[in-house]
């Protein structure tokens, strides 16, 4: 895509830390910002709750239409964006100049001390711990998109550095 600004998608497990990275990347690059998953609850983009699952359905229509105008939008301005969200092969790869997939495999207790301080049931931070260990989300961004950077992001050192390689890129 020829923009004048990078448009980057920061994804990875919940509790990956990629809302505080994209945060503080827009913030060092003068981006505008859309969190997913925000973006989802303030438009009504969840539809029914699946007790299994432990989560709701997503109107990826709805949510695909709107996220393209607003990423038309700050094309349209010559605005950098920063979006993150816990999936990425449902975007297409034309929206996005860099895709940076977060893990903490290397520091699973950090990801469980993260998952359980935000009140998620035993099941559901297994399962998401889980996803981290085999690279479910880095293995996903790398088939849906041609350069993927897999960073650590355990703690804020880790998170700078990757800020700043992003900045620098």
């Known amino acids: 895509a020829t923009r004048a600004r990078p448009f980057i998608l920061v994804t990875g497990v919940p509790g990956a830390g990629k809302t505080t990275l994209a945060d503080a990347l827009a913030t060092r690059i003068d981006a505008k910002r859309i969190d997913v998953g925000a973006l989802c609850a303030r438009e009504g983009f969840h539809g029914a709750y699946v007790e299994d699952a432990d989560t709701h359905e997503l109107d990826e ?6 996220m393209e105008d607003l990423l038309e939008g700050h094309a349209a301005r010559g605005e950098a964006c920063v979006v993150d969200y816990h999936s990425c092969e449902l975007f297409p790869e034309r929206w996005f100049d860099l895709v940076t997939c977060l893990t903490l495999v ?13 009140g998620y049931s035993e099941k559901k931070i297994r399962e998401n711990v889980e996803c981290d260990i085999f ?3 880095v293995e996903e961004a790398k ?27």
Do not use: F, G, S
Not at 106 to 118: C, I, N, P, Q, V
Not at 150 to 161: H, I, K
């Open 135 to 137: 690279q479910v989300v």
């Open 143 to 169: 088939e849906a998109y041609e350069e993927v950077w897999v960073r650590a992001n355990a703690n804020a050192d880790a998170m700078e550095a990757t800020v700043e390689e992003i900045a620098a890129w």
């Open 106 to 118: 290397d520091d699973t207790a950090t990801l469980y001390d993260r998952l359980a301080a935000r």
């Open 61 to 66: 229509d709805a949510l695909l239409d709107r």
